[in-house]
């Protein structure tokens, strides 16, 4: 009984969550489309970014973010998530799309590459997996020298052993940046070796990209289709039905530890008005009331 009752608060909570952000949100797209109703493109840019900074007000704000946060046992954070993966509305002809998803679904692809910095030290366990993962898609293995390659940070201890840096002297070298920055180092390989074997594989799905810096861990609750086909072996068909046991698994040490780690979400947003779209995608850190990693297409 008493577990019941803490999920209908977490339900309640999650609802009035709902329906506080579309009414925040709504009475503020009626306001700027008040303005003026003929929107040029330098209008709707002007318009996107006060949509952003309105959302991330509201949730630097919410009362019940607040009470997530403050929920030790993980169950109203779960239940959010389960009913705030798309919150669509509309106010004054422009359509807004809200999804809100974990932000530690996937692999963190810099720390993946960052594991084998150490030249000549033995190759890291989750880097052979990622060798023995591509070798199942028939992907050459010179694939995994070009990211490395790419990532060498103007090592003067690295000898590249593929021809990526001279065909690209000005790719940016610290860190994979972007899912366009991966796309653009995958063409290459594929364009250099003749082959598409990685157009098999949803490289968005498998990980994450950000700073290596920053702090990252997996939440075995939220793990991708393509993240824990990769980790755990499990054949992609069948990663719906499967539940990652993140004791268990020779990966462990990636899971999240405690629920303060797991706490960060995706957040998504999708502005239409007549031909302009906008998409905006950041995460927010619900503990520390954060918004970063932003990225804007527009």
């Not at 001279?166 to 082959?195: C, F, G, M, W």
Request: contains cysteine; aromatic residues 12%; proline residues 3%.
């Amino acid at each position: 009984m008493r577990r019941c009752s803490k999920n209908a608060i977490a339900l309640l909570i999650t609802l009035f969550f709902l329906m506080a952000i579309t009414i925040s949100l709504g009475l503020g797209l009626k306001y700027i489309n008040n303005a003026r109703t003929d929107i040029s493109k330098e209008n709707f840019l002007l318009q996107t970014n006060v949509i952003l900074d309105d959302v991330l007000t509201f949730l630097k704000n919410s009362p019940e973010l607040k009470l997530i946060k403050n929920d030790k046992s993980g169950e109203a954070y779960d239940i959010f998530l389960a009913q705030s993966e798309f919150i669509p509305f509309e106010a004054a002809g422009v359509k807004l799309a809200i999804s809100i998803k974990s932000a530690r679904r996937k692999i963190n692809l810099n720390k993946l590459l960052e594991l084998n910095a150490q030249i000549g030290q033995p190759e890291p366990k989750l880097l052979e997996q990622f060798r023995t993962f591509l070798s199942g898609y028939n992907v050459n293995p010179i694939y995994v020298e070009l990211l490395k390659d790419s990532v060498s940070k103007y090592n003067i201890n690295y000898y590249p052993t593929t021809d990526i840096l001279d065909a690209k002297p000005d790719i940016y070298r610290q860190y994979v940046t972007s899912y366009d920055h991966l796309k653009e180092i995958n063409e290459h390989y594929t364009n250099t070796y003749y082959e598409n074997s990685l157009d098999q594989i949803d490289f968005e799905d498998l990980f994450y990209i950000a700073n290596p810096s920053r702090a990252y861990c997996i939440d075995s609750y939220y793990v991708s289709s393509w993240a824990k086909h990769f980790l755990e072996g499990v054949d992609i068909d069948a990663t719906d039905d499967f539940v990652v046991d993140a004791n268990a698994s020779e990966f462990s040490a990636l899971y999240c530890k405690d629920q303060n780690s797991r706490r960060v979400v995706e957040v998504e947003l999708e502005v239409l008005q007549g031909a302009n779209t906008a998409n905006i995608n950041f995460e927010y850190n619900i503990e520390q009331s954060k918004g970063y990693n932003f990225s804007y297409e527009i």
